[in-house]
């Protein structure tokens, strides 16, 4: 069975840092697109950011120059660096993974229904 587990989400202060970890385990495909998303209630889930296997990258514009993904494909995780925090970062932070493409440098790397699995979520919470 296919588990997806995100961790490292909490409260900090605007201007304050948190880093996102997203592991994966039960599944022998590849990933080939890596990504996180968000949602705030009323809203709908959009994309944060994504990267591929090759390590390109994809940012949504509200968090270029802030946050970094990575990955360690050996160890099937995905992290998520965030700096600089804002109070409109505050929502449910999700992981996801694509194991069929690599499209984090395409325009549908933020949609997503082109993600196979997903995490629960982790609560990132900034405060002005």
């Known amino acids: 069975q296919v588990q997806v587990v995100e961790t490292g989400g909490g409260s900090v202060q605007a201007g304050g840092s948190l880093r996102l970890s997203c592991s994966a385990s039960?599944?022998?495909?590849?990933?080939?697109?890596r990504a996180w998303f968000r949602q705030v209630p009323g809203k709908a889930r959009e994309g944060v950011a994504a990267?591929?296997?090759?390590?390109?990258?994809n940012y949504a514009d509200s968090v270029k120059g802030r946050f970094t993904i990575s990955s360690d494909n050996a160890k099937n995780t995905q992290y998520l660096q965030m700096n600089s925090l804002k109070p409109e970062d505050t929502a449910m932070y999700y992981c996801?993974?694509?194991?069929?493409?690599?499209?984090?440098?395409?325009?549908?790397?933020?949609?997503?229904?082109?993600?196979?699995?997903w995490g629960h979520g982790t609560q990132v919470t900034v405060s002005s």
């Open positions: 039960g599944y022998t495909y590849i990933a080939h697109t």
């Open positions: 990267i591929a296997s090759d390590g390109h990258t």
């Open positions: 996801a993974v694509n194991t069929e493409a690599d499209i984090a440098t395409m325009p549908i790397w933020a949609r997503e229904d082109h993600y196979d699995y």
